[in-house]
């Protein structure tokens, strides 16, 4: 009976894509404290109202799935069942020595995970598709950008919830009515963030806001040099 030793790059393919794997669970795990961290940083560096809105969001979004949590568990009782794994399947950090930086609970149900990375998709789907036309109008290098986002966005959402229901941590039914309540938080949100702070809250990207001049009564001016000196018509 013969058998295969297993070469140097064998061992080196498999421990990598261990690494990769246990990252990305890894990563995915951190959402969306990690996204809520993320988004308050970038609005301290950059002084940018949409990422500080945006981390108003993210925190409107974990308020809502505790809301959410405890609607059901008053009306049905405990929906998750106590044999799923606890500490694998948890959203959040993991580590239990900075116990400040866990103010919210995270296992809840329905599917914690999957629910705040929807509502930040349906978000940021929404925020794209508000300047999309503005993209449009700014050249070919532009045109393509907003399908590319949208793109992204649902790719990330679907290797998400492939990732969660691979761990066993949801099942499919959960998972559905976790990600209904999501894209319903994630417009509710973004139209009440929207009249409150503005269309330029939303505005990640810093885009100028195109409007016409025809549509406000307003007057267009044409600016022609000339021999005799600049000339200006209505």
């Known amino acids: 009976m013969s058998t295969t030793t297993p070469t ?54 974990v308020l809502s799935h505790r809301f959410f949590s405890w609607l059901s568990s008053q009306s049905v009782g405990p929906s998750r069942s106590p044999l799923m794994p606890g500490v694998i399947c948890r959203s959040g950090y993991k580590t239990p020595q900075f116990k400040p930086e866990r103010m919210f609970l995270h296992d809840n149900y329905p599917s914690y995970g999957l629910y705040s990375i929807t509502s930040i998709a349906t978000y940021l789907w929404l925020a794209t598709q508000e300047f999309a036309n503005t993209m449009d109008t700014m050249g070919s290098e532009w045109q393509s950008r907003a399908f590319v986002a949208y793109s992204l966005i649902g790719t990330v959402v679907l290797l998400f919830a492939i990732v969660r229901w691979n761990k066993g941590c949801e099942s499919l039914g959960e998972m ?13 949100f973004y139209i009440a963030n929207k009249r409150l702070f503005g269309t330029e809250a939303m505005n990640f990207l810093g885009l100028p806001s195109l409007v016409s001049k025809d549509s406000q009564g307003s007057p267009i001016y044409v600016c022609a040099i000339e021999k005799n000196g600049p000339k200006t018509t209505a």
């Open 8 to 61: 140097t790059m064998d061992w080196l393919w498999s421990n990598t894509l261990g690494v990769i794997t246990e990252s990305i669970q890894e990563i995915s795990s951190l959402i969306p404290d990690s996204i809520l961290f993320g988004s308050l940083l970038l609005y301290f560096l950059t002084q940018n109202l949409a990422y500080g809105v945006f981390g108003i969001f993210v925190i409107e979004t």
């Open 176 to 188: 559905v009515i976790a990600a209904i309540l999501a894209v319903l938080t994630g417009i509710v």
